[in-house]
């Protein structure tokens, strides 16, 4: 009944290279990432943020997307 709790549970290994290969390629996508623009809706978001105002509410944000007046 007991028999699975004497065994040591093994940890996921990957060989160097790979772990190198994956590594180099995660810090290739990141770096790209990095180098796109902000979105200027995140932009106006963030400066919400910062001055302490609530951002609109969902509903109101489409009806600006669609060019509301």
């Known amino acids: 009944m007991g028999g699975g ?39 106006i978001l963030l400066d919400r943020l910062e001055a302490g105002e609530r951002p609109a509410p969902a509903a109101e944000t489409a009806d600006d997307k669609a060019g509301g007046t």
């Open 5 to 43: 709790k004497d065994k040591k549970p093994t940890e996921p290994s990957l060989e160097p290279l790979l772990q190198a290969h994956i590594g180099k390629k995660l810090k290739e996508m990141y770096s790209a990432m990095a180098r796109e623009p902000v979105p200027e809706r995140f932009k």
